[in-house]
């Protein structure tokens, strides 16, 4: 039994790896969300959730980010979406 359940399809997540107890790249993309007002839960994942997301997404690059139905694999892919969305 996984500790979170994920919808992929709703809710808006940041994943992080549990063995990266500091996460620059995670903390911008938290910083990123907040600053255009995107609610979000921040998940340091086990292994098994882990690898329950890498099945889905076929990366092991954190922080993952789920935003509205879609994965972000990169801070610079979401910050791209989000300025041109103009969500703010």
Known sequence: ???YEID???GNYVV??????ECA???KA????DKHKKQYMFIQADKKLFGKILSVTGSKKVPQ???E????????ELEEVL??????
Do not use: A, E
């Open 1 to 3: 039994m996984l500790k």
């Open 8 to 10: 992929f399809n709703k």
């Open 16 to 21: 992080g790896h549990f063995t990266f107890r």
């Open 25 to 27: 790249m995670c903390d």
């Open 30 to 33: 938290k910083s990123l969300l």
């Open 65 to 67: 980010i789920f935003l």
């Open 69 to 76: 139905g879609k994965v972000y694999l990169t801070v610079g």
């Open 83 to 88: 300025d041109k969305n103009g969500d703010s």
